[in-house]
């Protein structure tokens, strides 16, 4: 690996974040710096920057969700921020939601060597999901897509009064007023932008909180969703 891209070592930040898991964040920091780049999941120019714009980045977003809690990781990609989270919330249970074969191996490889036994890895794309996976508490997303159509895969996979928290950058605000018409028509209830990770990241991670009520999926997903359990119900 030439100089440019040398996995710098883990900052201050990441033993107040990781905890005792520590360990386990500077393995995986290590995977991706070495098989997530020669992969093609993170490009070379990322590694550098690994712990502040992705591990700590991501692993703030604990800050967020509930204790105890279902979570699906919609487009997982490396496994961000579906592996940090894992490594600093052992009380949740996380599936990684990831629709490329080459995606999902690396994840169960980095599932496994880490020991990550509340952390499941499901190859599919979440629009085709319904009725396959157990609706969540939350869905996590980040960099996936525009928050409208993200919203219309993640929204539909929640359990009433669930919630998606989508890391977002600069642009929040604005995708969270152009998709307020969209977000309606799914069922969703409230919307706020959060700030986490004030003192370990620098700028804060921005966060995109949408809360749905009792129908997630709106009536546009009901007839799927009754339709679903009804196959379910005649598999039992």
Known sequence: MDEAAELPPAPPEAREV???????????????????????????REVPRLWERHLLNCAVLSEAVP????????????????IPLALVRP??????????????????????????????????????????VQPVHVVTARAVAPLDRLAGWGVPL?????????????TAEEELKGARAALSKLGVVRTS????GQGVVDPPSTVVRVEVGESPGGVRFAAKRAKAAGRSRRRR
């Open 67 to 82: 204790d105890g809690v279902s979570v699906c990781d919609v487009g997982s990609g490396a496994g961000l921020p579906g």
């Open 158 to 170: 929640l359990r009433p009064y669930g919630e998606m928290l989508a890391l977002k950058g600069d």
């Open 193 to 196: 932008i959060l700030q986490v």
């Open 91 to 132: 009380d949740l249970q996380i599936t990684l939601l990831e629709p490329l074969l080459r995606r999902t191996t690396f994840l169960q490889e980095v599932v496994e060597l880490l020991g990550l036994d509340h952390v499941t890895v499901v190859r599919g794309r979440a629009e085709e999901m319904l009725g396959k």
């Open 18 to 44: 990781f905890g005792d898991r520590l360990p386990e964040a500077v393995r995986y920091a290590e995977v991706l710096a070495d098989a997530g780049v020669r992969r093609g999941l993170i490009g070379p």
